[in-house]
């Protein structure tokens, strides 16, 4: 993923200036409250268990990245970086297993949920109004 995307900025640095060439940053950040969010590893020997009804999970802040680089009128290229981590703790009343170890009812349960999302994308705008702009391209999720 580091190397993809240090290729990447490293093509959009060296990239000669270009009419309509320009750079976007755009940063998101929120709080993120887990929902359904249940688990079970080996999905057919593990216990099944809901980190987020019977472990209890803070609300935790996140943050999201979109990187894009127009070379000229038609051609973007961009890096997301969405990072999400929660962390669930608590206790139940019964015995787990959880990738092939066991845990007795009532043993204090630490678990760490993530999801992070690194993408790379290509858009190639095939239709520009003052109003509109319609594109299509490959994203690969890395």
Excluded: C
């Excluded at 593990?46 to 996140?62: D, R, Y």
């Excluded at 961009?78 to 608590?90: C, F, S």
């Excluded at 787990?96 to 009532?106: G, P």
């Amino acid at each position: 993923m580091k190397a993809m995307f240090v290729l990447l900025m490293l093509l959009m640095i060296t990239n000669p200036a270009t009419s309509g060439a320009q750079w976007q940053l755009d940063i998101e950040s929120g709080l993120v409250l887990a929902g359904y969010n249940d688990v079970r590893i080996p999905g057919d020997t593990g216990t099944l268990l809901s980190l987020s009804e019977e472990l209890e999970i803070n609300p935790s802040s996140f943050f999201r990245l979109r990187l894009q680089y127009s070379l000229g009128e038609r051609h973007t290229v961009g890096v997301l970086i969405a990072p999400l981590r929660l962390e669930a703790k608590g206790t139940i009343d019964r015995q787990v297993t959880f990738q092939d170890q066991e845990y007795a009812a009532n043993t204090q349960l630490d678990s760490r949920y993530r999801f992070d999302s690194y993408r790379l994308t290509y858009r190639y705008d095939f239709f520009r109004s003052d109003d509109l702009q319609l594109g299509l391209g490959p994203t690969a999720k890395v």
